[in-house]
């Protein structure tokens, strides 16, 4: 098994920056990619970033592209997202996941963190 545990979140004003952890564990933990996806009240859980764990190629949903940072410390087994220039919208709970599959789609992730709530004020 592979537990996720996400920390950082808070809650900061527009144009402030966060930075999110995820911290892994488990013997089996050895994914191909992992992912950022968040989840505003009321709405579906969205893509946001993901970086493929040994190559440490990314991939950003455009909303987030040159604000956001995706990176990974493979000797630490901890996925990060850097937020800068945070916005009202970016508000959410954001959630870490693993996975064999460097995907947009939530579906193709078979762990999941317990999420950290976002939330930015104007």
């Known amino acids: 098994q592979v537990q996720l545990v996400e920390s950082g979140g808070g809650l900061v004003q527009a144009g402030d920056s966060l930075r999110l952890s995820c911290a892994a564990s488990?013997?089996?933990?050895?994914?191909?990619?992992m992912g950022w996806f968040r989840q505003a009240p009321g709405k579906e859980r969205d893509f946001v970033a993901y970086?493929?764990?040994?190559?440490?190629?990314?991939y950003y949903v455009d909303s987030v592209k040159g604000r956001f940072t995706i990176s990974r410390d493979t000797a630490k087994n901890t996925l990060y997202l850097q937020m800068n220039s945070l916005k009202p919208e970016d508000t959410a709970v954001y959630y870490c996941?693993?996975?064999?599959?460097?995907?947009?789609?939530?579906?193709?992730?078979?762990?999941w963190g317990q999420g950290t709530q976002v939330t930015v004020s104007s």
């Open positions: 970086i493929n764990w040994r190559g440490g190629n990314t």
């Open positions: 996941a693993s996975g064999p599959y460097a995907s947009s789609q939530s579906r193709r992730y078979a762990y």
């Open positions: 488990g013997r089996t933990f050895s994914p191909y990619a």
